[in-house]
């Protein structure tokens, strides 16, 4: 895919930068070539594929979402600058 100094001009312009023309010239040829492996990489054959999240084969392991009691509560409460009930009371950071 060819991508002219005009497309790179506002690319640059929406990421607030400032380039040289020769800049200009040197990201169009590249962003042309890695547009251009991209296209090439359209054209495989990916229905046998199953789609997959991480190729590692990692998996997220949460904890179970379940209530538990501090121990050291009362004390960690004591350390807050201001307190109501039990709930730390913080100021308004929203008008």
């Known amino acids: 895919m060819e991508i002219d100094e005009k497309t790179v001009e506002h690319i640059a312009e929406l990421a607030r ?24 990489l359209e054209k495989a054959d990916t229905s046998a594929v199953t789609p997959t999240t991480s190729v590692l084969g990692i998996e997220n392991v949460v904890a179970a979402d379940k209530p538990e009691t501090f121990a050291a509560r009362e004390e960690i409460l004591k350390l807050a600058p201001e307190r109501e009930f039990d709930f730390i009371k913080v100021r308004k950071v929203i008008e």
């Open 17 to 40: 930068l400032e380039l040289s023309p020769s800049e200009k010239k040197m990201y169009a040829a590249q962003l042309g070539g890695i547009l251009g492996w991209m296209e090439e």
